[in-house]
C-alpha cells in the first residue's frame, strides 16, 4: 500500500498550489487527485472558445438554488472540472476581492484576514507579465 503525507483534492489552481508548496524542498509525498481530464481540449488553450466549454463535459454544470431576488431563478455557476479547475475553463481571468472585504472580515474578529495579512499569499501565486509591484508578484514572489 501506497503512503502519501497528504492527500489533495481538485487540482484546479488552488490545488494544484498547495501540492507544489508541499512538496518544495523536502521529501513529503503529495496525492493530487482531480475528477476530470486533463485540459487536452484545444477550447481550454484558446481564450476567444471559453464559451464552448461551459456546459461540457470540462465543467460540473453547477446552478444555484433559486435567488429570491431573482424571482427565484437559478443562476449558472460554471465550475471547472478538468486538470487546472475553473482556471481552465475562465477566459484566463483572475480577479481579486476588493481590499476593504478582506480588512472587514479582520474587524469581524478574523485575525490575519485583512488586505495586508493576504496581499503576499496572492503575490506568492502570481507570476505578473508586466514585472513585479507593491501589488502583483513575479515567479512566486
Not at 509525498?29 to 484545444?42: M, N, Q, R
Not at 427565484?72 to 472540472?81: A, E, L, N, Q, S
Not at 496581499?119 to 507579465?129: A, D, I, M, R, V
Request: proline share 6%; hydrophobic share 30%; net charge negative.
Amino acid at each position: 500500500m501506497t503512503h502519501y503525507d497528504y492527500i489533495v483534492i481538485g487540482a484546479g489552481s488552488a490545488g494544484c498550489v498547495v501540492a507544489n508548496r508541499l512538496t518544495e524542498g523536502n521529501d513529503t509525498t503529495v496525492l493530487l487527485l482531480e475528477a476530470g481530464s486533463p485540459d487536452i481540449k484545444p477550447e481550454i488553450h484558446i481564450p476567444g472558445e471559453c464559451l464552448s466549454l461551459l456546459g461540457s463535459e470540462v465543467d460540473w454544470g453547477y446552478f444555484s438554488e433559486p435567488e429570491p431576488y431573482l424571482n427565484d431563478r437559478k443562476i449558472f455557476c460554471p465550475r471547472g472540472k478538468v486538470l487546472g479547475g475553473s482556471s481552465s475553463i475562465n477566459i484566463m481571468i483572475y480577479i481579486r476581492g476588493n481590499p476593504h472585504d478582506y480588512d472587514h472580515w479582520q474587524e469581524l474578529g478574523n485575525s490575519g484576514w485583512s488586505y495586508q495579512d493576504v496581499l503576499p499569499y496572492f503575490k506568492k501565486s502570481e507570476h505578473q507579465q508586466r514585472g513585479a509591484s507593491k501589488f502583483h508578484g513575479l515567479m512566486g514572489s
